[in-house]
Structures are given as structure tokens and as C-alpha cells.
């Protein structure tokens, strides 16, 4: 059983249009009308073939736009439909003072298609105000009808031809904290690059990624609550893994820095005191802090075993 005002066809079947326009675009609307309603199954309402002398033009016009059978409201943009809706003149004027409220309405979201026949001489659409934020069908170039009727049929009967992609998985470097590293693997590109320029690198280095480096670091304990030892051992492995590329960006740099002969022990030293004092502000049995101490343990073996390797017994004794 249909229910009053609610349109029961089925996906697949005919679809129902109603046809706003001024009387400049006459007989472009009517040939328009007729390939719709003989060519792609859609039954059309207008004026031009529902009305006869004596009826009330403007009733026609508000009965057939709230129609709820209607699946769709085009509105054919010209100049003169333009000019006579924007000042509310005519016939259009009147279609476009009923149709105004109906486009904001939450419960016709789609309904009302643009239909721009015609572009003005800086090849702009001659859209009312009232619909310059909606996307419309361009059918102002003959050359491209069948393009224009099959994106129009594509959405009156509510299918597209391009396919939403499935949802993906999360990229790997969102998984590793890559994102949340941002500056300090920026910083650390920096350093590498500036390889030939020893000086500018090693200030680099002592500044801006030493800073980035301990606020990775800090935020490397373990933040998930766990209730027994095997899985906090769990979790410190795990944070100690995701560290893995900031800790080969660390050595890679560190190597770089040492080798510049503008290094000097006062920055790594800070750094390292930075980091192993706020870690140990903490009760030493707590172990959320264990994969810091284990980073910063093996980052402390990483300098000391590069500056044995290039004999800096003056920066390795600071």
C-alpha cells in the first residue's frame, strides 16, 4: 500500500521531474523535455505540457515543486531566467520565490538541479544568487550533450560512475609514529644534507635535533595499563620497536656530527643529563619509564662508541 506523500518506486524505476525554465529557453526545453521522457525512462513535468488555459500558473508551480513524487526540480539558467529570478519577476521570479526556502530545506537534500544552457560572454553560467553555491549540469556546449545527459541521468537516477574506494589501513608511518616525529626527522634530513657544511650542520645538530630528539624520547614510555610483568615487558619491547627509525636517524646523525670537527661534548652531555633527569625524578620502580632508560642507555653506548672509534678521548672524558 503507498503511503500518502511519500514515493514508494523502486530504485530501478521511472523517475519524475519537474522543469522550472523561462520562455527564452522555449523550445530548448521542450526538445530537452522530450529526450528525457523518451529516451532515458524519465517523466516529465512542465508547464508547456501540463497546463491549459484558465489554470493558475503560480499554483501549478508550487503544487508541482513540494510534490513529493517529483525526484527531481531542474532549473534551466539562461540569462533572461537569471535576470527574472534575481528580481523576482515573471514567471521565473515567482518559481524562484517558492524554490528559495526548498533549497535550504534538510529534507530535500539533492533535489534541485542547475542546468546552465547558455554562459555569458566571460564564459561564466548565468546562475541566480540563490543558486551560485550549487553545483550544476553544463549544457551550454552542444558538442558535449551526450557527456552533459549522462552525468544529468547519472544523478537524477541517483548513480555515479565513480566508485568510492574501500577504506585502506593505516600507513605504516602513522603505525610507527613517523607523523608524530615530523620535525624531528625534517631536522635530521637537514643535518644530513648539510654534510659540506660542517659548521651549519653542527648547529643543527646541537639545537634544533637534540631538541627534537628528547621530546621523542620522552614520549616513549609506556602509557597503556597492564597488570602483570610479562606484559609490561610487552609494551617496553613494543615502544623500544616504533623507536627503531628515530634511533638509526639518531646514529646516523651523531656519526655525522662527530665527524664534522665542530662537535663538542657540552651538547650531547646536556642532552643526555636532560633526559636521565627527568626519568629518574620518577620512583626507579616504575616501569613505564624502562623503554626510555633502555633507549637512552643505547644511545649513550652509540656516542661513546663512535668517539672511541675516531679517538675523542677529550669529548669522551666531558
Known amino acids: 500500500m503507498e503511503s500518502e506523500g511519500i514515493n514508494t518506486q523502486s530504485e530501478f524505476g521511472h523517475r519524475k521531474v519537474f522543469i522550472s525554465y523561462s520562455w527564452s529557453s522555449k523550445l530548448w526545453v521542450l526538445d530537452f523535455a522530450s529526450k528525457l521522457q523518451r529516451d532515458y525512462g524519465i517523466e516529465v513535468v512542465i508547464d508547456a505540457w501540463d497546463l491549459k488555459p484558465g489554470d493558475d500558473l503560480a499554483a501549478f508551480m508550487e503544487r508541482e515543486v513540494s510534490d513529493s513524487t517529483i525526484d527531481k526540480v531542474l532549473m534551466i539558467c539562461d540569462k533572461q531566467y537569471m535576470e527574472k529570478a534575481n528580481t523576482r519577476s515573471g514567471g521565473a521570479g515567482t518559481e524562484a520565490q517558492i524554490l528559495s526556502p526548498q533549497l535550504y530545506s534538510k529534507n530535500t537534500p539533492g533535489k534541485y538541479i542547475p542546468v546552465v544552457n547558455m554562459l555569458d560572454e566571460k564564459q561564466q553560467p548565468y546562475l541566480p544568487v540563490f543558486l551560485t553555491s550549487r553545483l550544476y549540469v553544463d549544457f551550454s556546449d552542444p558538442t558535449k550533450e551526450d557527456t552533459s545527459f549522462n552525468s544529468l541521468i547519472n ?164
Open 155 to 318: 544523478t537524477i537516477y541517483d548513480q555515479t560512475t565513480i566508485t568510492k574506494p574501500k577504506l585502506g589501513p593505516i600507513p605504516v608511518k602513522i603505525l610507527n609514529h613517523e607523523a608524530n616525529n615530523y620535525s624531528l626527522i625534517q631536522t635530521g634530513i637537514k643535518v644530513k644534507s648539510n654534510i659540506e657544511s660542517p659548521r651549519l650542520m653542527a648547529n643543527i645538530f646541537q639545537n634544533d635535533f637534540l631538541e627534537y630528539m628528547q621530546e621523542a624520547l620522552e614520549n616513549g614510555k609506556v602509557e597503556k595499563k597492564v597488570s602483570t610483568n610479562d606484559e609490561m615487558y610487552e609494551e617496553v619491547i613494543k615502544k623500544i620497536k616504533e623507536f627503531d627509525g628515530n634511533e638509526s636517524l639518531f646514529k646516523d646523525c651523531v656519526q655525522l656530527y662527530l665527524r664534522s670537527g665542530e662537535s663538542n661534548g657540552a651538547s650531547l652531555s646536556e642532552y643526555f643529563s636532560n633526559v636521565n633527569e627527568k626519568i629518574h625524578r620518577i620512583d626507579d620502580n616504575d616501569r613505564e619509564y624502562d623503554s626510555i632508560r633502555f633507549i637512552l642507555t643505547e644511545q649513550f653506548l652509540i656516542v661513546v662508541g663512535e668517539l672511541i672509534k675516531q679517538r675523542q678521548w677529550n669529548i669522551l672524558k666531558y
